[in-house]
Nanobody, 121 residues
Framework: QVQLVESGGGLVQAGGSLRLSCAASGIIRRINSMGWYRQAPGEARELVAHITSGGSTIYADSVKGRFTISRDNAKNTVYLQMNSLKPEDTAVYYC???????????????WGKGTLVTVSS
């Protein structure tokens, strides 16, 4: 059973920074893409940032220039460095990873349980 566990959320003032981490554990053959999504109260879940196994990245327009996604393949971990945080960044942040296992040789989506980020004005 593969698990994704996020950490690093919390309360921060506007203009501050946080670093989220997400570690994958279990019987993993390969991790393909990894990413971060967020869901604000009353809103749909949206993509924040995505990184491929080769290191290519994409970002939501709203976070470009402020957030940086990275991954450590040796640790099966993806990070999200969030700088210049704004109140509108307040949301539950979810880790997502496409992971190949013994059962799903090409990969299947996995989700973490989420970590709350609150940005005060």
């Amino acid at each position: 059973q593969v698990q994704l566990v996020e950490s690093g959320g919390g309360l921060v003032q506007a203009g501050g920074s946080l670093r989220l981490s997400c570690a994958a554990s279990g019987i993993i053959r390969r991790i393909n893409s990894m990413g971060w999504y967020r869901q604000a109260p009353g809103e749909a879940r949206e993509l924040v940032a995505h990184i491929t196994s080769g290191g290519s990245t994409i970002y939501a327009d709203s976070v470009k220039g402020r957030f940086t996604i990275s991954r450590d393949n040796a640790k099966n971990t993806v990070y999200l460095q969030m700088n210049s945080l704004k109140p509108e960044d307040t949301a539950v942040y979810y880790c997502n990873a496409d992971i190949a296992t013994e059962t799903y040789a090409y990969g299947i989506d996995h989700w973490g349980k989420g970590t709350l980020v609150t940005v005060s004005s």
